[in-house]
C-alpha cells in the first residue's frame, strides 16, 4: 500500500493486477480504485503544501497554470524526503530549466515564475534557519568597531541574499491580501531575505550594502576587509563606504542582517 500510494498519480501502475490479492474490492469499488483514492489524496496533499510554500506566484500566475506547475514538478521529481520542508527545495530549478525560452535573457515574462519561486523558498529557509532571536542582542555604538579592528560581525544563517529580475514588492503585499494590481517590474533587484523577532522580510539594498554582507562570510566577520571587497564591487570610495557603514549598522542590526 505504501509502494503504490506514494508512487503518486504520476508513475506506471504495473502490477495493479495483484492489488486484488492484497486489498479487498468491490463491484462498486475495485482495489485498485480504492487505492487509487489514497494515492490521489497523497498528491492533493503535496499540491496543498505547495501552495501553502509559494502564495505570491500562485496570486501572480492563478490556480490553473500554478496546479499545472505544480503537476509537472512533481511528475519530474517525486518526494524523496521524511520531510515537506524539503518538498520545494528543487521548484525555482524546474521552472527554470522548463521555461519555454531558457536562453531569452533576464527580466523576461518566461523568467519571472522561476525568479519568484526562488526568492519564496529563500523566504521558507529564512523562516526554518538559526537566526539572531535567541541571541543576546546588545546595542552597540559602530564607531566602536573603528576603535577594536579584532572585533567581528557575522551574517547569521537565516540570511538570504539573492540578485533577482524584478520587483516582487508588489505582488508579496498581493499575496497577504493587500489590493495591488501592478505587477513585478523587470529590474536588477539586489534584496535581503532576513528575520527579526520571528518575522520575516525581504528588504531591498544598495550595490555597496549587498557586496558588504556577501564579504562578511568570506572574510570572517572582518568588518574593515568587507568594506574593502564592497568598494571593490559597486566601485564606490571605501571612505564613503566606511561612512555609510557607521550610519546603516544599527538598522541592519535591527532587521536582522548582523549580529
Known amino acids: 500500500m505504501q509502494a503504490r500510494v506514494t508512487a503518486g498519480t504520476w508513475q506506471s501502475t504495473e502490477g495493479d493486477s495483484e492489488i486484488s490479492d492484497v486489498v479487498a474490492g468491490s463491484a462498486a469499488l475495485p482495489a485498485a480504485a480504492r487505492l487509487g483514492i489514497y494515492a490521489g489524496s497523497y498528491v492533493a496533499r503535496l499540491a496543498e503544501c505547495m501552495r501553502?510554500?509559494?502564495?505570491?506566484?500562485?496570486?501572480?500566475?492563478?490556480?490553473?497554470?500554478?496546479n499545472l506547475f505544480v503537476g509537472g514538478y512533481l511528475s519530474a521529481r517525486p518526494p524523496?524526503?521524511?520531510?515537506?520542508?524539503?518538498?520545494?527545495?528543487?521548484?525555482?530549478?524546474?521552472?527554470?530549466?522548463?521555461?519555454?525560452?531558457?536562453?531569452s535573457g533576464r527580466g523576461t515574462p518566461e523568467a519571472l515564475p522561476a525568479s519568484l519561486a526562488r526568492l519564496e523558498r529563500a523566504m521558507a529557509e529564512c523562516e526554518r534557519a538559526e537566526g539572531v532571536e535567541d541571541s543576546e542582542r546588545r546595542s552597540f555604538d559602530p564607531l566602536s568597531l573603528l576603535d577594536d579592528p579584532q572585533r567581528r560581525l557575522r551574517a547569521p544563517p537565516s540570511l538570504k541574499l539573492l540578485r533577482l529580475d524584478f520587483d516582487f514588492a508588489p505582488i508579496l503585499a498581493a499575496a497577504r491580501g493587500v489590493s495591488v494590481r501592478e505587477m513585478p517590474r523587470a529590474c536588477d533587484a539586489l534584496v535581503a531575505v532576513a528575520r527579526s523577532r520571528y518575522r520575516v522580510q525581504v528588504h531591498r539594498l544598495e550595490s555597496w550594502s549587498f557586496a558588504w554582507l556577501a564579504a562578511l562570510a568570506e572574510t570572517g566577520g572582518d568588518v574593515l576587509a568587507s568594506i574593502s571587497v564592497a568598494a571593490s564591487v559597486s566601485g564606490r570610495d571605501r571612505g564613503a563606504i566606511l561612512a555609510d557603514l557607521m550610519l546603516w549598522l544599527p538598522v541592519a542590526t535591527e532587521r536582522g542582517f548582523v549580529a
Open 80 to 103: 524523496s524526503s521524511f520531510s515537506l520542508y524539503d518538498l520545494g527545495a528543487g521548484f525555482a530549478d524546474y521552472l527554470e530549466a522548463t521555461r519555454p525560452h531558457p536562453h
Open 52 to 66: 501553502a510554500e509559494f502564495p505570491a506566484l500562485r496570486t501572480l500566475i492563478g490556480d490553473q497554470v500554478f
